[in-house]
């Protein structure tokens, strides 16, 4: 067991941890007050992965989304920015880029 548990990858675990554990640090810090519902509108930044169904394999812990899936794209990341304009969707748009950030970097300690 001990063996297994030694050849385990902790990368994309981290990353994974990691992309409810920023949108929940950005909650706290900058909205304390409704921090739970900040973190919940962030947390929908998940959504974007929807695009890995149009993968095969769906799920590969060694490729990079960026520019692979197509809601990962800069095209893409050029429009949630722009949802970070307006109060109501702005949240979310700082969700997704929290998202496409995170996800960035698992591209360059992939490398």
Known sequence: MCVVIAELDARPL????????VP??????????HWWRAW?????????DIDHL????????G?????????HS???TFFYALLCLPRRTRLFGVGLLIHI???AIDCLMMR
């Open 63 to 71: 490729r990079c989304s960026i520019g692979f899936h197509p809601l």
């Open 24 to 33: 929940g640090a950005v909650a706290f810090i900058w909205y304390r007050k």
């Open 14 to 21: 981290i990353h994974l941890l990691l992309h409810a554990a």
């Open 54 to 61: 149009l993968a095969d394999p769906i799920y590969a812990p």
């Open 74 to 76: 800069m095209p893409a």
């Open 40 to 48: 919940l509108w962030m947390l929908a930044g998940w959504l974007i």
């Open 101 to 103: 950030g995170l996800d």
